[in-house]
């Protein structure tokens, strides 16, 4: 059974809601969470996740707000675990989907022919700012973080920052329930994913000096806990030194292949 959502920020006409395990630990799929946001009776998910999640996120949402009032499915970027549900979602809501122009053409690969006609909302390099109920969110550019497009999402209500795989730890939906306040302890279940995923230092470094001007009370990843407190300014200090992507390639990484791969094993 799934565990409540956790209410990461909520006033009279404005709630921020985390669901961290509602994907099965059986260690075949990633923890992954996702998010709802409402602004005086609009709504969005960021970051809606693949079909092992449909159920349980659309009928936990049902608790806080009607899907069918749902005006937005927001997608940092196109990864399955991000928006292979999208086929679901366009059937049960009116939402449009915002993300990255990069992926404008690929998302219908998703969906049954026609579904994603009219409902598509592509984001320019830019990124920018969408009206959310009253209130807005604001749409970051973070490409190659790890993505080719990609975009990270600011809520000046809340003043959460919402990551996608920047900041991720690899974690169950348990101990993504707990923030961090302090990173050095909690580095080594982020440390391997970065240095895989981030594509370089020169864009961590440039996407720290944009998040820095930001009022952040939060910084909440895709997959594992989120980050606040002092961890915060201690994480952009982090990923300002923090080698990783093509940084570490090298001719050992491009030779050609000796080892066999082994055929899985077959099903009786």
Known sequence: MALEPVELYRDEHHACLMFTDLVEED?????????????H????????????????????????????KLSYLIASHADPDIIASLDR??????ASLVISRVWERFVPH??????????VIPVQDPGGILPLGQSQLHILPAHFLHAEGNF????????ILFTGDLGVSMTDGYIARTPVTDLAPHIPRMEGFHRRYMVSNKVLRLWVAMARQLDISLIVPQHGAPIMGPAIAQFFD????????VDLM??????????AISPLPQRS
């Open 27 to 39: 260690a075949q799929a990633v923890q992954a969470n996702q998010f709802l946001i409402v602004d």
């Open 41 to 68: 009776g609009t709504g969005a998910i960021i970051d809606p996740g693949g079909n092992l999640a449909f159920n349980e996120l659309y009928m936990g949402m049902v608790r806080y707000f009607s899907p069918h």
């Open 89 to 94: 979602w366009l059937t049960s809501t009116r």
């Open 110 to 119: 998703f969906t049954k022919v026609g579904k994603t006609e009219n409902r």
């Open 152 to 159: 990270h999402f600011y809520d000046p209500i809340s003043r």
């Open 238 to 245: 982090w990923l300002d030194h923090l080698m990783c992507g």
């Open 250 to 259: 090298d001719n050992q990484n491009y030779t050609l292949p000796q080892q």
